[in-house]
Every structure is written in structure tokens, then in C-alpha cells.
């Protein structure tokens, strides 16, 4: 009976020092890619993609790139021509680095381009334009391994800022944004 308990001991702190070894190494820069999802104000569903890359600083802080698109399809009620969303967002990343979990908060600025008709305001709004954008938000990363994970999910508040074809005044919208996918991560 002593011996199976010694080599369970045995076996329980070769994995934790396994997963002690991974904490301490970060990887240099990671690479996101996968299925985005936003709700916006005005209640609609939008699907489409969502590319990040990061470049870790330390382990614990990076500079992060954000990249989506998001597509509306015909509406057959109305017959509005379908449109499209792109956000481009930079700032900082933090992180939680715990052995197989990575969790993570970011801070993101910069703009989105809206497509001619894209619905916005519950109506197309008409022409096109790039307005300010932010995204607040994080998400938990499963490692697979030293060079993969599974983004379980990323959950961002996503503020945009765009004319009112109604009042023709600037106003912001306030959006939720869920993306998952897979993360490349290079030593």
C-alpha cells in the first residue's frame, strides 16, 4: 500500500513541476483567429470574424492588434442590401498565467469602418464612414500546449461612435461582442 501512495506522490509532482516549468515561459507573440459574434444596441445579430495578434512584453503584459469584420445579410422584410462592420483596435493586454488557463483583460481604441446600410440605429444608416471605436473586455485561453490553445471565449463591450441618420449628431452605441477560436503562439 506505502509503495502505490509513493509513486502516486511521485507522479503528482512530476506533473506539477511540469506545469510550474510552463508558467514561467511566455511566449513572445500570440496569433488569434476565429468566429465573432456582436449584439448590437439596436438588437440585431451580426456574425463574423475576429484576428488578434499580440506581442508580450513580459509575461504578464502585452501590446495587442485587433482586427473584425462583422456582415449583414439582405434584410427580406425590408429589402435592405446587406453591409458590413471592420474594427481595427490597439492597446495594452494583461495577463493571468495560470499552468493550463491563461485568462486575460484588455483596453482596446481605434475606429470602425461602417458599410452603406449597415443597421446601426435599428434603420440603415445611410452612406458609409469610419468613426471612433473601443472595446473593453477579456477572455480565458485552454493551452493545449506550448504552442496552442483553444480561445474558450473573448467578451468585449464594444463602443462605437457613429453619425445618427436621424439627428445627424454623433452618438455612441453601446455593443457586446463574444468571439472563440484558436491561438498560435510563437516562443
Excluded: C
Excluded at 495560470?98 to 458599410?115: D, E, K, N, Y
Aim: zero cysteines; proline letters at 3%; hydrophobic letters at 45%.
Amino acid at each position: 500500500m506505502r509503495m502505490k501512495a509513493y509513486l502516486m506522490l511521485a507522479i503528482a509532482l512530476i506533473l506539477l513541476g511540469g506545469t510550474a516549468l510552463a508558467q514561467d515561459a511566455a511566449p513572445k507573440a500570440e496569433l488569434f483567429g476565429g468566429f465573432s459574434y456582436i449584439r448590437t444596441a439596436a438588437h440585431h445579430n451580426i456574425n463574423g470574424w475576429n484576428a488578434q495578434a499580440a506581442y508580450n512584453v513580459k509575461r504578464w503584459f502585452g501590446i495587442a492588434a485587433d482586427f473584425a469584420g462583422h456582415y449583414q445579410t439582405l434584410d427580406n422584410n425590408t429589402g435592405e442590401p446587406g453591409s458590413s462592420l471592420h474594427t481595427f483596435l490597439f492597446g495594452p493586454q494583461l495577463y493571468d498565467r495560470a499552468g493550463r488557463i491563461t485568462g486575460f483583460a484588455h483596453a482596446l481604441f481605434g475606429g470602425a469602418s461602417v458599410g452603406d446600410h449597415f443597421r446601426l440605429f435599428g434603420q440603415s444608416v445611410p452612406g458609409q464612414g469610419t468613426s471612433f471605436a473601443m472595446a473593453l473586455g477579456g477572455g480565458i485561453d485552454a493551452n493545449i500546449d506550448d504552442n496552442f490553445a483553444v480561445r474558450i471565449f473573448q467578451a468585449d463591450y464594444l463602443r462605437l461612435s457613429a453619425t445618427s441618420p436621424f439627428t445627424n449628431e454623433s452618438e455612441g452605441r453601446n455593443n457586446f461582442r463574444l468571439s472563440l477560436g484558436v491561438v498560435f503562439k510563437i516562443k
